[in-house]
């Protein structure tokens, strides 16, 4: 019995030791500094950055680009074919440095959960950027204790207690991959300067820990003209994959023996790295069918019950900010307008502007400010409404806003998306919302682009004729909501395809399909 012992336990013990290097390999996160290739196999380096927070693209975009869904399904294709390293440089989980006291909870949820969908994408590694920081070091650092994906700061200062790296490496085929990073404290809030050193007192050490025979990749929060001058100096860099500034980099800038990439903002596009018999690198858009090519697609049931989750925070944050309100001299809503400008309002009822606020219900971003703003009249205006819960006012005492909103959906039968609707249908839609708004005896209803949005009034009105828009100020009014972001195919591309300024004669085709007719004078 206790030979037998004996040799088990020798097994045991060569098991153990041949297993070993297997085992050493692996990160505290689970992951593998290892990669294995086949015989002429390619490897890639995916990146993102400047995702600002989005989790999906606005559900107005014409040409929505982006989204979780999609970017997984793109990388499910990716990965079938042959390895991936994903890595993001920051400007990941905020859309600002500094967030809102009244939208705290809300900004905190959504990072929260955008964190998790970075594990569930293979985020490997990811460097903060300035927006990053916006709920502080302490939320960060949770961050960097709870998920997969490892912090990657290699000129933190000793005081920046978040779990990092200073540098990472992995062995890819007979390659080895050395990843460094760079944050640009002058980019940051005040109070976080300091957890970092400046980069041209850091650099140089940096530099001296890496060797040549590698592919050295320098993972960059200090945006393209920093990576310029940081190629121009130092050649030992493979790739500088940079963010910041959000230059859209068609084909990689060559400075010297380095190359640098960047991509847009918001996961329009993922940015590949291909390693094979020579580097490569291309621009992945990332279009809404990208989303399929999963199946099953764990990230669709995902976003559905975030924006779910999201929506409520939202309703509650925004309920808050209802005592701002003044009941006296509110804004008109059409409901007042359409009492003289008839023909005005029937035109008004054919385009998309009278039904938009219907497509934040159906995107689930109807209690969005961000969403809100743009697809009604008079937010946040003290006589207008500040939250979902009082963009419609009725004469009922003690109205209930939540059932008006439950009722709505079964009274209105909405159908998307509404640009695409016929005139007719659009005019079908609303008029079906007024009869329900009648029925409600709502006076007031701030939802949808209407004719405030675009025109001015005289505080004399209707005892006074308002003083007409100019054509400049009409233009701003509509740019305020149609951007670069939104609404690209209103701007000149320039060659890297980025929407730069505005194209004035497709903007003029834009404004006349939506311009009300004018009323003949006597």
């Known amino acids: 019995m206790k030979q037998m012992m004996k040799i088990f336990g020798l097994v045991l013990l060569t098991f153990t030791l041949s297993t070993c290097s297997d085992f050493i390999k692996l990160t505290d996160s689970g992951y593998s500094n290892q990669i294995a290739l086949k015989k002429d196999q390619t490897f890639s380096i995916l990146f993102s950055h400047n995702i600002n927070g989005e989790t999906h693209p606005c559900g107005c975009r014409k040409f929505p680009l982006g989204g979780l869904p999609q970017i997984y399904g793109q990388m499910t294709e990716i990965r079938s074919q042959h390895p991936v390293i994903y890595v993001d440089t920051g400007d990941t989980f905020f859309e600002t440095p500094i967030i809102p006291d009244y939208n705290l909870k809300s900004a905190r949820y959504k990072a929260e959960k955008l964190a998790e969908a970075m594990d569930e994408l293979g985020l490997r590694i990811f460097v903060p950027g300035d927006q990053d920081f916006a709920l502080g070091v302490e939320f960060l650092s949770a961050l960097s204790q709870k998920h997969k994906f490892e912090f990657l700061m290699s000129n933190a200062t000793n005081n920046l207690k978040i779990k990092h790296q200073k540098k990472i490496e992995i062995e890819v085929g007979k390659d080895k991959y050395v990843f460094v990073s760079l944050v640009d404290p002058s980019l940051l809030q005040p109070q976080y300067k300091n957890f970092f050193k400046p980069i041209n007192e850091e650099i140089e050490n940096i530099v001296k820990t890496l060797n040549p025979k590698n592919k050295n990749i320098l993972l960059s929060h200090a945006g393209f003209e920093a990576d310029e001058k940081l190629a121009q100096k130092f050649e030992i860099f493979d790739w500088i994959i940079g963010a910041h500034t959000q230059t ?45 090519l999963a199946k099953p697609n764990p990230m669709v049931g995902w976003l559905d019950k975030f924006k779910t989750e999201y929506d409520e925070i939202l309703a509650v944050e925004q309920a808050l900010l209802g005592d701002q309100i003044i009941t006296d001299n509110r804004i008109p809503t059409y409901i007042s307008c359409s009492q003289c400008h008839t023909k005005q309002v029937e035109f008004w009822q054919e385009t998309a502007h009278s039904v938009s606020f219907s497509t934040l219900i159906h995107a689930k971003a109807s209690n969005n400010p961000s969403c809100v703003k743009c697809h009604s009249v008079g937010l946040n205006s003290p006589n207008g409404f500040s939250a979902k819960s009082n963009m419609v006012v009725s004469e009922v005492e003690g109205f209930d806003s939540d059932k008006y909103w439950e009722e709505l959906g079964e009274k209105v039968k909405f159908e998307h998306p509404v640009r695409e609707l016929a005139g007719q249908k659009r005019k079908e839609i609303i008029k079906s919302w007024i009869k329900y708004d009648q029925e409600k005896k709502i006076t007031h209803n701030y939802g949808n682009v209407q004719c405030l949005n675009c025109h001015n009034q005289d505080a004399e009105h209707p005892f006074s004729e308002n003083t007409p828009v100019a054509a400049d100020q009409m233009q701003s009014k509509c740019l305020n909501c149609h951007s670069r972001d939104q609404s690209p195919e209103w701007y000149i591309k320039n060659e890297k395809g980025l929407a730069t300024s505005l194209d004035e004669k497709y903007f003029a085709e834009q404004l006349k399909k939506v311009a009300c007719p004018l009323d003949k004078k006597e």
């Not at 084909?251 to 023996?257: F, L, M, P, Q, S």
């Open 248 to 292: 859209f980099l068609t084909e990689a800038r060559t400075v010297n023996k380095t190359q640098i990439a960047q991509v847009l903002s918001r996961n329009h596009y993922l940015g590949e790295l291909k390693f094979y018999t020579e580097d490569k690198y291309e621009l992945l858009e990332i279009r809404d069918e990208k989303k399929d």
